[in-house]
């Protein structure tokens, strides 16, 4: 598959993912990112914005297996990886697996659990595999985990370990709908629910090869240095605590690369770096005050940006 003809496909998959995620085209493409990138999501924000059915839509747009996890104080990991389960006929063990056995897993309220339970997605998240007893068992491709997470001052919650949350791709937020976009989303359900209607644009298959071809896309040197120079900012500047670890570095690259394939391109641009800083970043840095406020990272992170400088005569080189 040529790169031209994965923008065709990937418009086409975004397009038909609007048809229930209403007025929210930058973060079903920063959605989208993640998946080609190989990484996975975690989505902060408050109830009822469409969390849930941004996962779901992104499933059956790809014909792609979904499970949901509702991530409570009493979850076990145990119920998100699987149980080994004596079969008294066979009279051996038989591994029956968790929901994270799926394409999409939807990870919902993943702060609300212990952070024993958060840790058992570790090894799917990185390794794309679980092993229970010693035994390991491959997950399905592609491998999307799609968290959320309740904003921290929320009653009940445990904060994500800065060792998970560096383990995310992208960190980004849905936000209140504009009016005209309520209004829309609220006239397409009140008979019946878009998603019910909606039909897959890709297969898994597509969607491996299209991670493929990602990794494929050109990254010039001077890109990468860049990209680091980014990274090594948030470690020296005066605002933060912790800066952005390695893997950050790597991630920043990764999906300068899955943007450069939506929108065509067989080579990276500066403007896929900066432009996907922000929500690759702001997650995996620490503020000096310690207080774990996603907006006020955001911002930190943006002024960073106009303060290194930028390559330039590099496009297609």
């Given at each position: 598959?040529e790169?031209?003809?994965a923008?065709?496909?990937?418009?086409?998959?975004?397009d038909?993912m609007?048809?229930?995620?209403?007025?929210?085209?930058?973060?079903?493409?920063?959605?989208?990112?993640?998946?080609?990138?190989?990484?996975?999501?975690?989505?902060?924000?408050?109830?009822?914005?469409?969390?849930?059915?941004?996962?779901?839509?992104?499933?059956?747009?790809?014909?792609?297996?979904f499970?949901?996890?509702q991530?409570?104080?009493?979850?076990?990991?145990?119920?998100?990886t699987?149980?080994?389960?004596?079969?008294?006929?066979?009279?051996?063990?038989?591994?029956?697996?968790?929901?994270?056995?799926?394409?999409?897993?939807l990870?919902?309220?993943?702060?609300?659990?212990?952070p024993?339970t958060?840790?058992?997605?570790?090894?799917?998240?990185?390794?794309?595999?679980?092993?229970?007893?010693?035994?390991?068992?491959?997950?399905?491709?592609?491998?999307?985990?799609?968290a959320?997470?309740?904003?921290?001052?929320?009653?009940?919650?445990?904060?994500?370990?800065?060792?998970?949350?560096?383990?995310?791709?992208l960190?980004?937020?849905?936000?209140?709908?504009?009016?005209e976009?309520?209004?829309?989303?609220?006239e397409?359900?009140?008979k019946?629910?878009?998603?019910?209607e909606?039909?897959?644009?890709?297969?898994?298959a597509?969607?491996?090869?299209?991670?493929?071809?990602?990794?494929?896309?050109?990254?010039d040197?001077?890109?990468?240095?860049?990209a680091?120079?980014?990274?090594?900012a948030?470690?020296?500047?005066?605002?933060?605590?912790?800066g952005?670890?390695?893997?950050?570095?790597?991630?920043?690259l990764?999906?300068?690369?899955?943007?450069?394939?939506?929108?065509?391109?067989?080579?990276?641009?500066p403007?896929?770096?900066k432009?996907?800083?922000v929500?690759?970043?702001?997650?995996?840095?620490?503020?000096?005050?310690?207080?774990?406020?996603?907006?006020?990272?955001?911002?930190?992170?943006?002024?960073?940006?106009?303060e290194?400088?930028?390559?330039?005569?590099?496009?297609?080189r």
């Amino acid at each position: 598959m040529e790169a031209s003809e994965a923008r065709e496909r990937l418009a086409a998959l975004l397009d038909n993912m609007e048809l229930v995620i209403k007025g929210k085209r930058p973060q079903v493409e920063l959605a989208v990112t993640a998946l080609l990138s190989g990484g996975q999501l975690l989505i902060e924000d408050v109830p009822g914005v469409g969390k849930t059915m941004l996962a779901r839509t992104l499933a059956r747009s790809i014909d792609g297996s979904f499970k949901r996890v509702q991530f409570t104080p009493d979850l076990l990991p145990s119920d998100i990886t699987g149980v080994n389960i004596y079969d008294q006929a066979s009279g051996s063990f038989r591994f029956h697996p968790g929901p994270v056995f799926a394409n999409v897993i939807l990870a919902d309220e993943v702060n609300r659990a212990t952070p024993r339970t958060q840790a058992s997605l570790l090894e799917a998240m990185d390794e794309g595999q679980v092993t229970v007893d010693g035994e390991t068992h491959p997950l399905p491709r592609p491998f999307f985990v799609i968290a959320t997470q309740n904003p921290v001052e929320y009653h009940g919650t445990y904060p994500l370990p800065e060792g998970q949350l560096d383990r995310f791709c992208l960190n980004v937020t849905l936000d209140y709908p504009g009016q005209e976009d309520e209004v829309e989303v609220v006239e397409s359900q009140l008979k019946r629910h878009p998603i019910e209607e909606l039909r897959p644009v890709l297969s898994t298959a597509e969607v491996t090869e299209m991670q493929e071809l990602a990794r494929g896309i050109r990254v010039d040197r001077s890109l990468i240095e860049y990209a680091l120079r980014i990274v090594e900012a948030t470690r020296s500047c005066g605002e933060f605590l912790l800066g952005a670890s390695p893997r950050g570095s790597i991630f920043l690259l990764r999906t300068a690369q899955a943007r450069a394939l939506l929108q065509g391109r067989g080579y990276v641009v500066p403007d896929d770096i900066k432009r996907l800083a922000v929500a690759v970043l702001a997650h995996r840095v620490i503020l000096k005050s310690r207080r774990q406020d996603l907006a006020l990272s955001r911002e930190a992170v943006e002024r960073l940006l106009g303060e290194v400088a930028v390559p330039v005569g590099v496009e297609g080189r």
